[in-house]
Structures are given as C-alpha cells and as structure tokens.
C-alpha cells in the first residue's frame, strides 16, 4: 500500500506547526521567559532555534522522507542492522510519555474555557483564583474526564489518517489560532500598561543568565518544535518528493518561534498592567491571568478566547505525539491505523491517569524526587528529547551518505540550495557541540 502523505505544502506546513505551537508555546514559553529574566532567555532561545533547532528540525525531516517510516523503522530502513533504532525507541517513548502528561494540562484548559464561557472568574479574589485552581487540579475525577476528552479528540482525528485528519483538521485550526491570538494581542497592546510588559519582553536582564537558564531555553527549543520524540522523524516521512525541505523547515520554525512571542505580547502588557509579578511560573496562565481577566475592559471575551486558543493549540499538539506513537504501532504489528490508534490511546490514557493523580490523591507520593506529572515533564523536555535530537542530528551528519543528504535537501538536484555545504558543517560540529557543552553546563550547575 502506498504510503499516505501531506497533499499541499499548505498542509504540511500546518501540520507542522500545529505540532509545534501548543502549550508550549502559549503555557510554557511566557512563563520561563518570565522566571529566567525575559529578554535575556529570549536572546539565548533565538539562538537555540537557529544553530540547534531548525538543523535538527532539518535533519529528522531528512530521516523520515528517506525513511518512509515510523521514527523507529526509519533508522532501520537505512541503517539496517545496526543500533541506530535505538534512538527512533527514545523517541516514540518521549512522544509516548509527553502525551501522557500534556494531555493533564490539555484537559485543564477545557475546564477553563468552560470556566471562562460561564463567567466563573468573575467576583473572585486572588485566594479564591487560587483555590480554585488547586481544587480543580487535584480532584480525583474531573481533570481526567477532561483529559478523557482530549484524547477522544486526538484519537478521532489522528484514526483519520495523514490527509483527511491531520493534515485536514491542522488546516483549519492553525488559521483560526493566528486570528485569535492577532485579537488578543491588540486588546493587550492597547492597554496602559502595555509599554512595562513589552520592555520585560524585549528588554534584556543578563545577569540572571547561568547554565542552567541556557540549558532551559535548549530543552525548550526541542520541546517547541517537537523535537527529539519522534514526530517530526513521523511528519518527514510523510512529505511528498517535490517539497523543499530546508525552506519547509525555516518556515515551520519561524512560525512556531513568533506565535511563541505573539503569545507573549498577549500575556506580559496584561500581567504589568494589574502590577503583577511576571514571574509566577506554571500558574501563570491558570492563576494571575483568570485573576485579573475580569478586571480587563473586554476581559470576558478575552478570557474566552484565550482559553480557546490553548485549547485549540494543545490539540493540534497530542494530534503529532499520537501519530508518532500509532505510526510505529502501524509498523510493528501490521494492523490498521484505527486499531493501531485505540490501542495507542489507550496506554497513553491509562499512564496519563496517574500524571493526573499525581496533583491531587497521589501527590505525595514522589516519583524521583518529583510528582510524576513534573518527573515525566523533566526527564523528556531535558533528556529524552536532548538525546534524541543529538542522535539525529549525528546519525545525518555523520552517519548517512553525503548523496543521501544532498539527495533530501536538493530534491534529487532539482533545488539549487547554498546551503549545502554550511549545513554539513554544521550539522557535524555545531549543533552537537553546542548541545553537549550545554547539556555538561548544566549538570554541573556551572554559571556559563
Ligand atoms: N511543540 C509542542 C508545544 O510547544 C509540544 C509537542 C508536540 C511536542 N509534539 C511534540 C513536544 C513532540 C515534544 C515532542 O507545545
């Protein structure tokens, strides 16, 4: 059977960047960015897209185009008995275990924009904000029927296939997510205090920059643009002969990078405005926002459309982690995609009840350390997708035949790209020295 693939470089795209724009974008970016000092982590994420992200982004595109399968048997299909795969395992598993915990958070912003639609933030003091969010989060039952519903979603799209699901629904939403959040923005920018959110945005504060900030902006260039899990080693290897990958590439990036910042400019004008601290961590948009959303000229629709906009960006997200996970299960045990996407979904939502649990009856229960739900978010933002990207990018810079990458990129010599050379280079050395050295920086909390 012939292999399904994105129809239009429109669909692509979407696709693309509907895995990549998600909560991380619009949950994650905004408040790392204000506990790492804004504009300072806003320089350093910059560079982690441009000399990390988009080679990787790159190099897993040319993987699963030359692949044409699943993140695990790609490497197998051109590197045939050799222990490459293993790295296609890590992936499939960080796509896995993150869909296991973000569709908790996905479910979350359900609830919320129930909340929002119900006017339910309104006449609500800070504590009483607060509380709600607590109590919402560790209940035993509620977030997991949202986060039921989640996965009914992403299962029901992704059962539909490359082009009459993910490439259809991602046409669509991703559209209506950059309409959304233009309006957002403009509500925010008009208002008085806009000019302090904007500064904290792009005004850069260097000396709260360490190792440890700089390996947060790495882990978070993978984790928003899907890297490192397997997904877009999946994406590539639906991507017809005749679309120039390196552009594909830059444009997904830039895309996912400037939604990242529209987001910003849609969140920091409305924190200072009500004088609130910018650096509130994960509460950021659950808490201070709701908080001052009934306050804000406009704030109910506001609030309604923010909600909207998470809800829609964390579903075109799970939508790439599924299909990643179903594409091997697919491969491996020769079903078809239905099957193979209940079976999928299935696991994923039985780990997922217990990342869900794990904020509420079973958040004393350490895992490592940690909650599970902030264990599984640890160990794939930082490990699994850092040395699931360092093996891509070493397996196409070093492993794979020069014709073979020059073969991807130039589309069998049709493109006339001038960057062959540079992106060899880079490939090799760059990207994986730059990831090693901040990854060591990091372990041994070393201020760079
Ligand atoms: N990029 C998404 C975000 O920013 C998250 C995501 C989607 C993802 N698919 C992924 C992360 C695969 C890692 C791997 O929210």
Same mark, same amino acid.
């Given at each position: 059977m012939e292999r399904e693939s994105f129809k239009s470089s429109f669909g692509l795209f979407a696709a693309a960047v509907g895995s990549a724009v998600g909560l991380g974008n619009i949950w994650r970016f905004p408040y790392i960015t204000g506990k790492h000092g804004g504009a300072a982590f806003l320089i350093i994420y910059l560079i982690c897209v441009a000399a990390i992200g988009i080679p990787v982004m790159l190099a897993e595109f040319i993987i699963g185009r030359e692949g044409r399968k699943s993140a695990i048997n790609s490497f197998k299909e051109i590197a045939?008995?050799?222990?490459?795969?293993l790295s296609g395992v890590l992936g499939v598993l960080a796509g896995f275990l993150i869909l296991s915990f973000y569709s908790v958070i996905a479910g979350w912003t359900l609830e919320y924009l129930i909340k929002a639609i119900t006017n339910e933030?309104?006449? /609500?003091?800070v504590n009483a904000i607060s509380n709600m969010f607590t109590e919402f989060t560790s209940h035993p039952v509620r977030p997991i029927i949202w986060q039921f519903i989640i996965l009914a979603f992403t299962a029901y799209i992704v059962g539909n296939g490359i082009e009459k699901g993910i490439e259809k629904y991602s046409s669509i939403l991703i559209p209506a997510l950059i309409i959304i959040i233009i309006i957002l923005d403009i509500r925010a920018l008009t208002l008085p205090g806009s000019k302090e959110g904007l500064s904290f945005l792009?005004?850069?504060?260097?000396? /709260?920059?360490n190792g440890k900030v700089i390996f947060a902006a790495l882990g978070h260039s993978f984790f928003s643009l899907s890297l490192g899990a397997g997904t877009m080693i999946t994406y590539g290897s639906y991507i017809?002969?005749?679309?120039?990958l390196g552009r594909a590439t830059v444009n997904i990036a830039l895309a996912d990078t400037l939604i990242a910042l529209l987001a910003g400019i849609a969140i920091f004008p409305v924190v200072f405005a009500f004088g609130?601290?910018?650096?509130?961590?994960?509460?950021?948009?659950?808490?201070t926002l709701p908080n001052v959303f009934p306050k804000l000229p406009g704030g109910y629709l506001f609030a309604v459309l923010f909600f909207l906009l998470l809800s829609l960006a964390a579903i075109t997200s799970t939508i790439s982690m599924l299909e990643s996970v179903v594409a091997y299960v697919i491969d491996k045990f020769n079903i078809d995609r239905k099957k193979a996407t209940f079976i999928s979904i299935s696991l994923v939502f039985i780990v997922g009840i217990f990342a869900s649990l794990s904020n509420g009856p079973m958040a004393n229960v350490p895992f490592f350390g940690r909650t599970f739900l902030d264990f599984l978010d640890y160990v794939t933002a930082n490990y699994l997708m850092t040395i699931g990207s360092m093996i891509s990018i070493i397996f196409v810079g070093w492993k794979l035949d020069r014709s073979m990458v020059k073969k991807q990129i130039t589309n069998n010599g049709i493109l006339d790209v001038g960057y062959l050379s540079l992106y060899d280079f880079v490939a090799r050395f760059i990207t994986p020295i730059l990831i090693i050295i901040v990854f060591i920086s990091s372990i041994k909390g070393l201020g760079v």
């Open positions: 045939p008995n050799s222990k490459w795969y933030f309104a006449g /609500k003091d792009f005004k850069p504060d260097f000396s /709260k920059v017809k002969e005749g679309e120039n609130i601290a910018p650096n509130s961590g994960p509460g950021l948009v659950f808490i």
